[in-house]
């Protein structure tokens, strides 16, 4: 797991999440995970933002073999 942001009160801020597992059998492996990004403008512009991203995703990786 890893998290980083920024942010000071009453004002913008953005934040970036993420969480995975892998799982290595022979030469596949195995990855699962998911990731949040987090938009926040300042609140005291014309146009005030808030947007949130998420979802899942896996992926299969093969390592070859080494001679």
Do not use: C
């Amino acid at each position: 797991m890893r998290g980083s942001g920024f942010g000071l009160p009453h004002r913008g801020n953005i934040v970036d999440a993420e969480a995975q597992i892998g799982i290595r059998f022979g030469h596949f492996e195995a990855l699962g995970g998911g990731r949040w990004l987090h938009f926040k403008t300042t609140p005291k512009a014309a146009q005030y933002n808030v947007e949130n991203l998420y979802g899942p995703y896996v992926s299969l990786r093969y390592y070859w073999k080494k001679n």
